[in-house]
């Protein structure tokens, strides 16, 4: 963003970053509540059982957590590292189709958990280009990665699932970001976005640095679609394992949500390309869940993630040392961030 603006213009941002946010915040509650309610995901008889190890979570952190992600993309917008948000619902007819869409296929997720069928797109995509792993329906959603409607209605399921936080938590990693590069000439500067997916976090990338070269890369042709569709920047249809760049070409890569989905043997290899790519002082912005370890008042919740959501890689991923796995392959732990269920990390190649 442009620093020189006049700071009332940013402050008056904030506010209707707040605005937004309170609106946005109490249709996806209303929504993802209503989608529990038609569904009783904890009552599905084929779940996993799950014993929990940790003490309840106070609903009193639970709140304070949860407000505060707001508040911090609230002050980072006032401070001119990024623009407000546009996505909001504030567009009656366009919000109650995407609510009724998502609750529709709600009933068809759940019935997927209740038979606890996990890989039902191994059935139905039959190509050797991707990997095994790859090829599952995670959080047991309809289509897996691989159609223009899982695309579509990726957002409303993460928004809802999250009670309107998704947007505030992924731009944790924007502000690192921001920061890193703030008062830098954008013009000359390359950046790619791994796994960019529905392209949510590549079109906030966009309207930060906008004089930035930029793209997107996931595996999936849909989602890859759906993403230039949003944010208006090219992809690039590749396996994190072997980004097609060359070496050292890279100013920032950005990956948001991708480690927990990788299993324990590929994530050293991704974290490695990413090294790859970057050059020398360039940086890896990573978000993800937290960890146990980052907030361990809220373990129960991450205990029962994979229980009732078809994640097979994510318990392994709780309990991984990200500093240590990138430290590795040569990325410096700079900076981080967390805001409610997610946490952003800056890496530094050395």
Known sequence: MDGRRDPGAFALEAVRQRARSAVKAAWWTATGGL?????????????????????????????????????????????????????APTRPLRSVTQALDFLADARVVDQRRRRGNGVEVRDEINSLSYPNYYRQNFHYQTGGWFTDESARRYDAQVEALFAGT??????????????????????????????????????????????????????????????????????????????PFADGTLDAVTCVYLFHELPPRVRPVVAAAMARTLKPGGVLVLVDSIQPVDEPDLARLLEAFPAYFHEPYYSSYA?????????????????????????????EKL
């Open 35 to 87: 989608a529990r309610a038609i569904t009783q995901p904890t009552r599905g008889e084929s779940r996993k059982s799950f014993s929990p190890q940790t003490p309840p979570v106070s609903a009193q952190r639970l709140r304070r957590v949860y407000l505060e992600a707001f508040e911090k993309d609230a002050r980072d917008v006032a401070a001119g590292l990024y623009p407000a948000m546009e996505a």
């Open 166 to 243: 998704a947007g505030a938590m992924r731009r944790r990693g924007l502000s690192l970001l921001a920061k890193h590069w703030r008062g830098r000439d954008q013009r000359g500067l390359r950046l790619v976005d791994v796994a960019c997916g529905s392209g949510t976090f590549l079109h906030d990338l966009q309207r930060t640095f906008p004089r930035a070269a930029m793209a997107g890369l996931d595996l999936s042709p849909a989602y890859l679609a759906r993403a230039r569709h949003l944010s208006g920047v090219g992809g690039v249809q590749a396996n994190a394992e072997a980004m």
């Open 319 to 347: 309990e991984t040392d990200l500093a240590a796995l990138f430290d590795a392959v040569g990325l410096k732990l700079i900076g981080q961030d967390r805001a409610f269920l997610s946490k952003a990390l800056l890496f």
